[in-house]
């Protein structure tokens, strides 16, 4: 299984009042996200399903990456994949779909790091993972401890972003 992960997009700052998770995507997040959603899809991108955070800003980065890459099928939203969820959670999560071939998940730091290392079986693996980046990791069973392979980190600034 191809497994995506792709950090929501640059969101607009906290303001008071509003909860952290209603915060949407700016218009400069939103066209980043789009470029770097073109080059993967000219590298052959293709999931056929799609996972996010039910956070607004990874929501609407869900919904650019379904409409970039021709994907049809509507998000699964799951409290698993917010920012301070616990890996072995999401990953139960994601093997919901280990029938499907390639999966993205819009999610959010720290899980996103936390959940590269989960999936390539290792306890701690310092990564900076920047807005709007998009991972690569194939994992060839979904038991309950996957043994990925990362195959590759597509950041905005690599997309020309």
Sequence with gaps: MEIYLMRHGIAEDPVP???DAERPLTGEGKKKLRE??????????????ILSSPY??????AAIAAEVLSLQAEPFLSQHLTPMAEPNKG???IRLF???????ITTHEPFTG???AFLLGVA????????GSLIRIDVETAGPHPRGVLKWILTPRLAGV
């Design 36 to 49: 770097v959603l073109q080059a993967a899809k000219r590298a052959g991108v293709r999931p056929s399903a």
């Design 124 to 131: 701690h693996l310092p990564i900076d993972v920047k807005k």
């Design 56 to 61: 607004r800003r990874a929501r609407e980065t």
């Design 98 to 104: 280990s029938s499907e071939p390639a999966v993205l």
């Design 17 to 19: 009042g509003m909860r």
């Design 114 to 116: 936390l959940m590269v």
């Design 91 to 93: 990953w139960e999560e």
